[in-house]
């Protein structure tokens, strides 16, 4: 069916403006399967750029297809703490 929309009259007018905008797209593929994630960041506030792309950076090192669950000690589940 469609997205429905409305035309917005602003007290600017509707007059075109050049907007400057950045996006990093990473494509990420699963080690398991025919699967991508897509992390993607797009801005208009390409003055703080290098500070979103070490943003990104930063978001896609704790990306991890590893189990959690497998990487505790044995008696993690159990309830029981050591003092």
Sequence with gaps: MG?????L?????REATDLVTAQI???VPFPT???TAVFT??????DYWPRFTDMM???LRTVS????????PDDAGSGNVSV
């Design 41 to 46: 960041l797009f801005t208009a506030a390409v």
């Design 65 to 72: 297809f590893a189990d959690p669950l497998e990487e505790l």
């Design 3 to 7: 997205r429905p929309y409305q035309w």
């Design 9 to 13: 009259d602003l007290p600017c007018g």
């Design 33 to 35: 399967g025919p699967f």
């Design 57 to 59: 950076g930063a978001i």
């Design 25 to 27: 797209q990473v494509h």
